[in-house]
Structures are given as C-alpha cells and as structure tokens.
C-alpha cells in the first residue's frame, strides 16, 4: 500500500514562494498519476494539480495556472509543488494523492483519490 509524506510547508508572506515535496513509500510513483488538493478552514476541498504518471503531463486548476508548477523526481520518488507569487487566499492544508491510475482524472475528481497524506500546512500572510 502507499504511503505519501507531505512537507515544504510553513509561513510565508503574501508575493513570497514554497516548494512542497510529496514523498512515497511501499510504491514507486512514476507509474501513477499524482494530485495536489488543498483545503481551508470552513471551505471544500479544492484540486490544484496533477502530474500524469506516463508522460508527465501537467494540469492545473485555472485559477493557479501560471502561478504554481508540479514536477516529479522518479529517482527521488518524489513529486513537487513549487507556489510563486502567494496570496493569503492559498492558505490552507496541502495533501498529495493518488488514485494508483497511470493518467489524470478530470479536475473535478482530483479531491476523490483515495490515498493521500496527512498534509503540510501553508500559511500566506498579508
């Protein structure tokens, strides 16, 4: 079974970057298909992004395009999240997740995978 680790984390003021890393264990994740959903207090989930496990292909939720960049290192068997130009209204709790399927779902469903991890906290202030 996989097992995903979140971090990267922290407090950060508004127009300021992070770099999220998810790490596997018990499976390699170049195979898979890898989201980043996020969640704030009070609010729904929110998919962000998603890295295809074949080709490498990159989504994003249109409200982050040009401001946030997935990549994934195989030989790390880790995924990343690299945020720029932050805003108060990305506070919230990061998770990595995957469905063990080698291509994105739509966006709709990226808050549906059903193995993700205890998430990193990202905390934007004004």
């Known amino acids: 079974q996989v097992q995903l680790v979140e971090s990267g984390g922290g407090l950060v003021q508004s127009g300021g970057s992070l770099r999220l890393s998810c790490a596997a264990s018990?499976?390699?994740?170049?195979?898979?298909?890898i989201v980043w959903f996020r969640q704030a207090p009070g609010k729904e989930r929110e998919g962000v992004s998603c890295i295809s496990g074949s080709d490498g292909r990159t989504y994003y939720a249109d409200s982050l395009k040009g401001r946030f960049t997935i990549s994934r290192d195989n030989a790390k068997n880790t995924v990343f999240l690299q945020m720029n130009s932050l805003k108060p209204e990305d506070t919230a709790v990061y998770h990595c997740?995957?469905?063990?399927?080698?291509?994105?779902?739509?966006?709709?469903?990226?808050?549906?995978?059903?193995?993700w991890g205890q998430g990193t906290q990202v905390t934007v202030s004004s």
């Open positions: 997740a995957t469905a063990l399927l080698r291509y994105c779902r739509p966006a709709t469903a990226w808050t549906t995978y059903p193995y």
């Open positions: 018990g499976s390699t994740l170049d195979y898979y298909a």
